[in-house]
Each structure stands twice: as C-alpha cells, then as structure tokens.
C-alpha cells in the first residue's frame, strides 16, 4: 500500500496518549500529518513531542464529558480518530459514559465540522454480550455510525507491545503467584495483534484505504487460548508455575474481591468478557476486512514480546549469562 504524505491535513486524535495512540501518532508523523492530540492532560503528553517534526504534533485539553472541549479540539480537522477507551470502570470512569456517550460525543463533533471518522471498537462488541465493557463498545458503534455513517470502525483483538495490559499484566502475575488461574478451564480464543499493527491499520484508514462505514477486524497471525498464551509467558520469562482451571463462577467471586483494588488484575466484568472469544470472523476474512485486506502483514508475537518479558526471568537480561 503506498501513502502518499499530505502536509495540509490536520487529524485530530483523541486518546492520543495513551497505549495504543503514541503508536498511531507515530505512525501519522510518518506520513506527515499535522496532528492534534485531545488529551485530558495535556501537560502530560510532552513523550509524543519526539515522534514528529518541530511544530508537527500539538496536544490540546479535551474531556469527552464537555461537548465545548471536544467541538475545539475538532476544529478545522479534516479527520478525527476516537482511541478513547477503558479497561475497567473507576469513579466516574463508567464504559457506558466513555465508550458510548464519549463516542458520540466526537462523532458529532466530527459530523458538525464535516470531519471524516476513524473510530476503535474492540472484537467482541456486541450489544447482547455479557460484559457491560463489550455492549458500551457496540453502542458506541451504533451512536458513531448515526452521526457519521461513513465512519471506518476497526475492531481490534487483544494487542500486544511494549507497554501491553495483556504479556506484560500475565508476567507480573507468573512472577509473585506460585499458581496461575486459568478462568472458563482457559479454553477462551484470541488472536493477538501487535501495537504497530493497529496503528497502521488506523492510518490506513486516514489515507483513505478502507470503505467508508465498513468494520474491519484486526487481528495478528496466529489465535491462542487463554491457557497458550499463559504457556508462553511461562516459556519466555523462563519460570515454572501451575496453571489451575477454576469455572467462571468462582473466578467472578474472586474478582469481586480484586477489582477493588486501585489497578485491578481481574474485574468481573472481565470475567464475563472472557465467556467469549475474541477472534477475526470468517466474513471479515471473506471481505477483505483485516490486516491482510489493508495489505499489512501481522507481526508475530515471538517477534516482538521476548523483547520486552526478559525484565521478568529471574535473573533479567543476565538469565542466559547466569545459565551459560
């Protein structure tokens, strides 16, 4: 796929600090948008300076709660990418009022200024879900889509990289736990996707690859269960650890108790979103409505996760020292 690079298009991104968007940003700089980051705190995204030329990327304050900061942040944009999203509910972090009105917040915004829309949905969004984080996500695409019916939705699986919630949460756990759960027997499906990836998939959508109003599903190269990727953690951090199977009815008990915690390893709601699998659909294959279909091939995990594990071996990076 070539890009070709356009100095006069201004994207606004909004979430653009966080896991996924620096990978995005990076991604527009090289192709040399001129970017604007909403951000909640714009103090704080001094690290996406780096990624673009001198004067390329500009941060704003923006709150998906005010309609007024989100219009501004929109403002003479020619397209608007919405990567807001939470994990787990906290105060007035509620998914419905993020993942739903926050994304209707900025589809409007967009629509009002005539903006093209790239929006991240996740796999799994389904409003008869049983998790609460999956049905925001589905409504948030039926609100976006209402007020932008060309917006492009990517939908990406678990993602992986250096700063992931996924190796990175895994590892922490093998490193002080003796016994790992593996919840619903660990028999849930996923197919995790590299950061970058993603990235690329969005700008894709920027440069005007995708179909407008079309869905697209990422995901990487390979589909692992819940207790494959626990088994690979264990390989490459290089430590031994028993993997129990505990039925969803006890592990939503137990989340009960963890979720209360300031960064919770488990919530229920998570427990419930692992009733289902998180895979690319066979119609998305069909339609060319993957990474493949952008013509961007997924990054393996073997590829990328090593590189950022080895701090959890019980010796760091000098474990093949200690061994050798």
């Known amino acids: 796929m070539t890009v070709q690079s356009n100095f006069d298009t201004l994207v606004t991104v909004f979430g653009g600090s966080g896991f996924v968007g620096r990978h995005v940003v ?48 929109v403002r003479d944009a020619d397209v ?16 419905d009022a993020v993942q739903h009105a926050g994304a209707e917040a900025v589809a409007k915004a967009a629509a009002l200024h005539g903006a093209r829309l790239v929006h991240m949905s996740a796999l ?20 976006v889509l209402a007020a932008v019916p060309g917006t492009t939705i990517v939908r990406p699986s678990v993602i992986f990289g250096p700063e992931d919630d996924l190796f990175n949460k895994f590892a922490g756990l093998a490193r002080m736990l003796p016994v790992l759960p593996l919840i619903g ?8 996707v590299f950061v970058g ?21 990422l995901g990487g190269n390979e589909v692992l269960t819940l207790r494959e990727i626990f088994e690979y953690v264990l390989a490459t951090i290089e430590r031994r650890r028993l993997l129990i199977p505990i039925p969803f009815g006890l592990a939503k008990l137990q ?10 390893p488990l919530t229920r709601d998570q427990v419930d979103l692992l009733r289902r699998d ?47």
């Open 80 to 95: 608007v990418i919405n990567l807001v999203g939470i994990l787990f509910e906290r105060g007035r972090q509620r998914f």
């Open 278 to 324: 998180g895979v690319v659909s066979k119609a998305a294959v069909d339609e060319g409505r993957t990474l493949a279909g952008l013509g961007i091939e997924p990054t393996s995990i073997q590829a990328i996760v090593p590189s950022y594990l080895w701090r959890f071996r019980p010796a760091g990076q000098f474990q093949h020292l200690r061994h050798g």
């Open 26 to 73: 990076r991604a527009l700089a090289k192709h040399h948008y001129r970017i604007r980051v909403a951000v909640r705190r714009p103090e704080l995204a001094g690290h996406l300076q780096p990624l673009g030329r001198v004067g390329q990327i500009h941060a704003v304050q923006a709150n998906l709660r005010h309609p007024g900061s989100v219009a501004a942040a």
């Open 124 to 143: 799994g969004a389904d409003a008869d879900a049983p998790s609460a984080y999956a049905r925001s996500k589905a409504a948030g695409e039926q609100a």
């Open 255 to 264: 989340a009960t108790f963890a979720q209360l915690l300031p960064k919770p």
């Open 185 to 192: 027997g660990g028999k849930t499906r996923f197919q995790p």
């Open 197 to 217: 990836d993603v990235a690329a998939a969005v700008a894709a959508a920027v440069v005007g690859a995708t179909k407008a109003g079309a869905t697209y599903e």
